[in-house]
């Protein structure tokens, strides 16, 4: 399986972007979809994870209202928009899907999208 993310780039702060991920090579819909992000000094977090049906969304506290995950199974892209961007979301955004089956962990990463906010 193959995750591919596009739609990064730079913004002035206040403003938006669309991230998208695309999965090729396994069977999206069984896969929950998270959106992480990783600046630089920082750690990796979790920024946003959807689950399979797209019923149910979680949040970074810091992202909350601001950014909203969705995904359509029948395109097998998952989307992250981003509004009222602000120079702390600065980072390499990646696109993460997880199954588990049996008791084990079946993940995949992306190779991530740069989001720069800057004036």
């Known amino acids: 399986g193959q995750l591919v993310e596009s739609g990064g780039g730079l913004v002035q702060p206040g403003g938006s972007l669309r991230l998208s991920c695309a999965a090729s090579?396994?069977?999206?819909?069984?896969?929950?979809m998270s959106w992480y992000r990783h600046a630089p000094g920082k750690e990796r977090e979790l920024v946003a994870t959807i689950a399979r049906t797209g019923g149910s969304t979680n949040y970074k506290d810091s992202v909350k209202g601001r950014f909203t995950i969705s995904r359509d199974n029948t395109k097998n892209t998952a989307y992250l928009q981003m509004n009222s961007l602000k120079p702390e979301d600065t980072a390499l955004y990646y696109c993460?899907?997880?199954?588990?089956?049996?008791?084990?962990?079946?993940?995949?990463w992306g190779q991530g999208t740069q989001v720069t906010v800057s004036s």
């Open positions: 993460y899907a997880k199954i588990g089956i049996r008791g084990y962990d079946y993940e995949y």
């Open positions: 090579g396994l069977t999206f819909s069984a896969y929950a």
